[in-house]
């Protein structure tokens, strides 16, 4: 039992060319994949057995085995889900509202957002999140997740480790992330803007 690689919801090479298929392949098929078999390694056969992942996070701080794998294991099933090759554009409804609203326009958003993708020092990610009800970014290291500290929750998270994006781009991270953008699924991030109202 435990927890389940998801399957894409695209073809690797779908999100091209933002996203080449080799670095999808390999960054499904290896690094989530061992982040979720070192993640029931880590949980099989203790008391966190059948816990959520979310429960899992929130309680295992210190547990670098289940932080570290536990968060990849949710970061990445985030990042699929947000990612379309029919992305891009712009938020509407409830979700644009709150950009607004939070960051003064959807531009001013993107550039925080960005910002904090650039200056994550080494590998982490950047996240867009729900705190206290309304919007937030923030970013954390390597596998981290804001849920862990209860920060926030995300809606939209983008991966800034090399093995995201040095493939396609080398050292070019801010490329990536303007490139990155034209894959962002708006529909599936105000849904899960939506469930957390
Ligand atoms: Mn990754």
Redesign the pocket.
Known sequence: MGFELPELKYAYDALEPHIDALTMEI?HSK??AAYTANLNSAIDGTDMDGKSIEELLIENFDNNAVRNNGG?FW??SL?WNIMSPNGGGEPTGELSSAINDAFGSFDSMKEDFAKAAMTRFGSGWAWLCVSDGSLCILSTPNQDNPIMQGEGIPILGI?V?E??YYKKYGPGRADYISSWWNVVDWTIVSENYETLL
Do not use: K, L
């Open positions: 960054h690094h989530h990849g970061n990445h990042f991966d480790w093995h995201a």
